[in-house]
């Protein structure tokens, strides 16, 4: 499962636009396109905007998508949500990274959390790709970009795990076709807060961008994209927290955090959706409280990552044990 803040959600410019007189039963794209026309966003920028759902009608609501095709009335007023650019080619960086398996298609790597996948305002350097161009010596896959070669998929910069970039597009096709039919086996750790009743289950509900903040995800009742997790409890702590997997059909953006957080359980760590503590941390005390405090990120990591593997077509399953910056939490909430 979408730069980049902590929460893997790009810097946006925020433009409201006003539907002027005369412009009653016009197409919303046509309208927005003049409105925005002073900073240079085209009409196929802002159509591109409407499919991503980057345009919503104020007062904000979960409503279904807006369309390119939407009749406007004069007064109504639209938010508009524009990515900033990137303003540089990453270049390659000796920067070190936990390579699990390469070959001469694809590279999977164990990326630290506190790392950014690829380059965004504000994350020029010091990124897995920047990683990557220096490891590879520049062979990955152009398919993502100049911003993102070999990317195929993004792990949240707070989340640590397993995740495989593309070194030639033929390879990028094939996965990304695998990622596209959640036939892509992926699986997580992950510590929360409170014991989930019942200890096993689904969770489901589509996410798209809050309408409320569009730097956070949200379940929504109408539109935005379907997601399903299973969860299975691993271990209780007492009534205070739990170490849980989470098994993904579908890979969307904060998908885990959202839908944990959803039943009452957010990860441990995950400032963004109700996972910081506070009063939490407070009640477990002493050094598994103050393990909580020095995490700095959300607990939550990509344990295990299976596919076909693009040119041979055989089974490529790769898994790792607890990482460190949640077992030494496990460890000491095993002693409250």
Same mark, same amino acid.
């Given at each position: $499962? ?257 839908? $944990? ?76």
């Amino acid at each position: $499962m979408n730069d980049i803040d902590d929460n893997n959600l790009p810097d946006l410019r925020t433009y409201t636009v006003e539907v002027p007189p005369g412009k009653d039963g016009e197409r919303l794209d046509r309208v927005l396109t003049d409105a925005l026309s002073v900073h240079d966003i085209s009409r196929a920028r802002v159509q591109a905007l409407l499919d991503e759902g980057m345009i919503s009608l104020l007062p904000a609501t979960e409503g279904v998508p807006l369309k390119a095709k939407h009749k406007v009335k004069q007064g109504e007023k639209y938010n508009v949500c524009i990515p900033e650019p990137i303003s540089a080619v990453p270049s390659p960086e000796n920067i070190p990274i936990d390579v699990v398996f390469e070959d001469e298609d694809l590279i999977v790597i164990d990326k630290a959390p506190g790392m950014v996948v690829h380059p965004a305002a504000g994350n020029a350097t010091g990124t897995l790709v920047n990683a990557l161009l220096y490891h590879c010596e520049g062979s990955l896959s152009g398919i993502g970009g100049v911003a993102r070669p070999g990317i195929v998929h993004r792990l949240d910069k707070g989340t640590g795990g397993l995740i495989v970039a593309a070194k030639n597009d033929r390879a990028h096709h094939a996965l990304s076709e695998q990622f596209a039919d959640h036939s892509i086996d992926r699986a997580y750790f992950a510590l929360v807060w409170g014991v989930p009743m019942p200890p096993e289950g689904d969770i489901e509900g589509n996410i798209a961008r809050s309408p409320n903040n569009r730097k956070k995800m949200a379940i929504v009742k109408n539109g935005g994209k379907t997601a399903k997790t299973h969860y299975r409890t691993l271990k209780a702590f007492g009534s205070e927290a739990s170490l849980v997997e989470c098994v993904l059909s579908t890979g969307r953006t904060h998908q885990i955090r959202v839908h $944990m957080a959803s039943i009452g359980h957010p990860v441990m760590g995950d400032q963004v959706y109700g996972g910081g503590g506070g009063a939490k941390v407070k009640r477990l005390g002493g050094d598994a409280a103050l393990a909580v405090d020095n995490l700095g990120h959300q607990a939550l990591y990509a344990y295990k990552l299976g596919f076909l593997h693009p040119k041979s077509r055989e089974r490529i399953l790769l898994e790792r044990k607890l990482p460190s910056f949640i077992n030494e939490i496990y460890n000491k909430l095993d002693k409250v």
